[in-house]
C-alpha cells in the first residue's frame, strides 16, 4: 500500500523568508508525486509534479520541490515567501502501475506573516 | 475554458434522505474521481471511474453511490446509509492510459451539511 506522510499541521514563515513544506513516502516501484494548493472553500490546484529526470522541479507560483529518493522525500521549497502563499498544502503519490489513483496527505498549512 | 464544475456549493441533507451531488468536466478526461475532506484527515477517495459505464469503490464508499453513464458526468448521492456526512465533497478528473503522470484537475467542491 502506498503512503504519504506531512509530518507539520502548520508551519510559520515570515515574508520575504525560505519555506519548506515537508513530505515522505512509501510506495512500491517508482513514485509519481504532486504537490497541490487549497484555498479556503475552493478546489485544489496543481503546483508541481517528479514523474522522472532532475531531481529539483521546478513549478507554479515560484515554488520547487527537491525529490531524494534515498531518503523517500519530496520538499516543497520556494526561496521568497508571499502573504499570499497562505493556503493548505497536500503532497500525493501514485505508483507508476495500475490504476491512476492518488494518495494524499493529511495537509499542512502554511501561515506567512507580514 | 475548460475545466470541472461541482454543484450545488452548499448542500444541506434532512435525516433519512438522500442527496446527489453533481460533477461535470468539459475536459474531455475519462478518468473522474470523488474525494471526501474532512478537517486534519486530507482527502479519501470515495469512488472512482476509468471510462464510462464503469467505476470502482475507493477506501470508503460505504454509503455512497454513482454512476457514469456519459464521460462528462460523475454524480455522486450520499445515501441514508452514510451515518455522517458532513463534510466536503471534491470531484477531480484525469487523463488516464499512458496520462498516468498528469496532474488531476479538481472542482470547487460541494459543502454538505445535516440539517
Known amino acids: 500500500a502506498q503512503s504519504v506522510a506531512q509530518p507539520e499541521d502548520q508551519v510559520n514563515v515570515a515574508e520575504g523568508n525560505p519555506l519548506t513544506v515537508k513530505c515522505t513516502y512509501s510506495?512500491?516501484?517508482?513514485?509519481?508525486l504532486f504537490w497541490y494548493v487549497q484555498y479556503p472553500n475552493r478546489g485544489l490546484q496543481f503546483l508541481l509534479k517528479y514523474i522522472t529526470g532532475d531531481n529539483l522541479v521546478k513549478g507554479s507560483y515560484g515554488f520547487e520541490a527537491e525529490f531524494n529518493k534515498s531518503q523517500t522525500s519530496f520538499h516543497l521549497k520556494k526561496p521568497s515567501a508571499l502573504v499570499s502563499d497562505s493556503a493548505l498544502y497536500f503532497c500525493?503519490?501514485?505508483?507508476?502501475?495500475?490504476?491512476?489513483?492518488?494518495?494524499f496527505g493529511k495537509g499542512t498549512m502554511l501561515l506567512v506573516s507580514p | 475554458d475548460g475545466g470541472i464544475t461541482q454543484s450545488p456549493k452548499y448542500l444541506f441533507r434532512k435525516e433519512g434522505q438522500n442527496v446527489t451531488l453533481s460533477c461535470e468536466q468539459n475536459?474531455?478526461?475519462?478518468?473522474m474521481y470523488w474525494y471526501r475532506q474532512d478537517p486534519g484527515q486530507g482527502l479519501r477517495l470515495i469512488y472512482y471511474?476509468?471510462?464510462?459505464?464503469?467505476?470502482q469503490k475507493g477506501d470508503i464508499a460505504e454509503g455512497y453511490s454513482v454512476s457514469r453513464e456519459k464521460k462528462e458526468s460523475f454524480p455522486l448521492t450520499v445515501t441514508s446509509a452514510q451515518k455522517n456526512p458532513t463534510a466536503f465533497y471534491l470531484c477531480?478528473?484525469?487523463?488516464?492510459?499512458?496520462?498516468?503522470?498528469?496532474?488531476?484537475?479538481f472542482g470547487d467542491g460541494t459543502r454538505l451539511s445535516i440539517l
Open positions: 471511474s476509468q471510462i464510462v459505464n464503469d467505476f
Open positions: 475536459l474531455n478526461h475519462d478518468a
Open positions: 510506495v512500491s516501484g517508482n513514485p509519481y
Open positions: 477531480a478528473s484525469s487523463i488516464t492510459g499512458t496520462g498516468r503522470n498528469q496532474p488531476q484537475h
Open positions: 500525493a503519490v501514485r505508483d507508476n502501475s495500475g490504476y491512476s489513483t492518488l494518495t
